[in-house]
């Protein structure tokens, strides 16, 4: 049965705790980081309270922005979700993630995306998988071989690229749904705490044209050179065919030391298409999930493709959000979105979940029917509904 709690934003001096529960449910390292018990901006950690004071559980809302076809989009990403083994299924996660949401919206986060360790508490709050981090292994000796290109030049990078490497990663991944910006409050933090010579990585390796950073690899080395050896990529991506061959090329020379390459792909970009994906095994998959958090902000401040052009009505129920509930008119054109009060009873009825799945592009509005997420009369057409999937999957590419 519930136990009465109390869900609040955590104090300094009880971040120690929180770590340790922490700890206790997801098996970390014996000792904390050093932000782990200390203050950090652009994060709001939470905890809940039961009757005798103790605390029961914790999460964290990680203060992101997404890029959305273009532009940035405030994100509330939850991670680090806990309860204390004696207090679940007591109803202590969905308090929390109650008071997160109202945070959230308080701040104006207009979407949220969590990794789940089990999905389902989550899909009673709201959130709906629409889509899973891949990391694949490929054998080194599978990727193509490629002659130099004479235009292209290639070269270490060092701390003072750094810059230039942001700027390209926008540039790839700015017009799609989802990506983090890897920028704000958090990545300034963690930035700060490394030391100035430091890449972050073991290697960097750019590729130039007439000095011009057109692509980049990121790689941590790992141990030895037998047939166990990985190279892990962190981030491969380029801004042309060329850039990305050379890239694919630099990558193979490593076969004689790591037979196998892990690398964490972006769907349908040039280093993608480059990779013999064939010969790929998945290493790990970690499914995501996506909700709003204020519907009028997650359809307004995103960008929309600029032939799209539509409209439609519907309805929201939103128990644990109720600032979105209610009869919405979208209106979609010239690439922006509004979001005005219905004036009739529409006849589409979408639940959270199913708004989920349509603005983050993961299923149609039959399919979500189907699923009993978008309710309709007997007869009635929902696909008017297709318009909140425009423009394609959401994804993401960090882990959080």
């Keep these: 049965m519930p136990v009465p709690l109390t ?24 000792q904390p980081s050093a932000h782990a018990t200390a203050p950090v901006p652009g994060m709001t950690r939470y905890g809940a309270f039961d009757g005798d004071g103790q605390l029961v559980g914790k999460a964290v809302d990680l203060h992101h922005d997404q890029w959305w076809h273009g532009r940035r989009v405030p994100a509330a990403d939850v991670a680090g979700v806990a309860v204390a083994p004696e207090a679940r299924g007591r109803g202590v996660a969905r308090a929390l993630l109650t008071t ?129 050896a990985v190279l892990t990529l962190g981030d491969v991506l380029a801004t042309t065919a060329d850039a990305a061959r050379e890239l694919v090329g630099v990558l193979r020379g490593w076969a004689s030391v790591t037979p196998t390459l892990r690398i964490c792909p972006l769907p349908g970009d040039a280093v993608t298409a480059q990779l013999p994906l064939d010969a790929a095994r998945d290493h790990t998959r970690d499914i995501f999930m996506h909700r709003a958090v204020d519907i009028t902000a997650a359809l307004t401040t995103r960008g929309w493709p600029a032939h799209v052009r539509g409209t439609v009505d519907f309805t929201l129920d939103d128990d644990l959000a109720p600032w979105n509930t209610g009869a919405w008119h979208l209106d979609v054109a010239d690439g922006e979105a509004q979001l005005t009060t219905a004036t009739t009873e529409p ?54």
């Design 7 to 30: 869900v609040r934003e955590l104090t300094p001096d009880e971040l120690t705790d929180a770590w340790q529960l922490g700890r206790l449910a997801f098996g970390s390292e014996p």
């Design 100 to 228: 997160l949401l109202r945070g959230a919206h308080e701040r104006g986060a207009a979407i949220s995306a969590l990794y789940p360790t089990v999905a389902a508490p989550y899909r009673s709050c709201g959130w709906e998988v629409t889509g899973a981090l891949r990391v694949l292994d490929l054998p080194t000796l599978a990727l193509p071989r490629h002659r130099p290109a004479a235009h292209l030049t290639v070269r270490p990078g060092g701390p003072t690229d750094l810059p230039a490497v942001t700027a390209l990663y926008t540039e790839v991944v700015a017009h799609r749904a989802g990506p983090l910006t890897r920028d704000g409050a958090l990545y300034e933090h963690f930035a700060a705490a490394r030391p100035a010579d430091e890449l972050g990585h073991d290697g960097l390796t750019l590729v130039e044209h007439d000095g011009r950073l057109v692509g980049y690899a990121s790689y941590d080395r790992g141990r030895g050179y037998h047939s166990d």
């Design 347 to 400: 006849a589409l009825r979408l639940t959270p979940r199913g708004f989920a799945l349509l603005h983050a592009g993961a299923a149609d509005a039959r399919s979500v029917a189907q699923a009993g997420l978008l309710h309709h009369p007997p007869g009635h057409d929902p696909r008017a509904l297709d318009l909140l999937t425009t423009g394609g999957p959401a994804q993401l590419l960090d882990y959080f």
